[in-house]
């Protein structure tokens, strides 16, 4: 049973609007032209299993805080590699003011602080806000990361 809520977001291909909740098996595509979507949601201690640990993608998972100003730069530039990754990774954000287990479990000592994880767990981690060239690099290593040590598809 899902227990958090779904979210409007427009294919980026053909322009439908899409109906893509925080936690589903697989991953969002269109239900017009079959595009992966974006997929961006929230999480809190409640939810952070659902939406994280048992998603089938990598996540980028951004924790941040209302108070902090460089988590409100380094917001959009995530926002705009989920739409670049779409279908690739998934950007979960997580406020540690109203997540303090999440904040506990990765012993978060700044935010921002970047996570990310697959299957629960982590393959990259970075504090702090930086440039997007530098999220996208570290972003394309962990990917790479996990590409290389997820075992191999069976032979057809
Ligand atoms: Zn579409």
Not at 53 to 68: E, H, I, K, R, Y
Not at 123 to 147: S, V
Request: aromatic content about 4%; proline content about 12%; glycine content about 6%.
């Amino acid at each position: 049973m899902t227990v958090v809520a779904a979210d409007v977001v427009v294919c980026e291909v053909c322009g439908k609007k899409n109906r893509v909740p925080a936690a589903a098996p697989g991953i969002p595509k269109c239900g017009n032209c079959g595009a992966p979507l974006p997929w961006i949601a929230d999480a809190d201690d409640r939810t952070f299993a659902e939406v994280v640990d048992q998603a089938g993608l990598p996540v980028l998972v951004d924790l941040w805080a209302p108070w902090c100003g460089p988590c409100r730069m380094v917001s959009p530039v995530l926002e705009q590699l989920a739409r670049r990754y779409a279908g690739k990774v998934k950007l979960v954000k997580v406020n540690v003011d109203e997540a303090p287990q999440v904040a506990r479990r990765f012993a978060v000592q700044a935010v921002p602080t970047l996570l990310v994880t697959h299957r629960g767990h982590v393959i990259a981690r970075q504090a702090g806000a930086a440039p997007e060239p530098a999220l996208r690099q570290w972003l394309d290593n962990a990917l790479a990361a996990r590409a290389s040590t997820s075992t191999p598809p069976p032979p057809p």
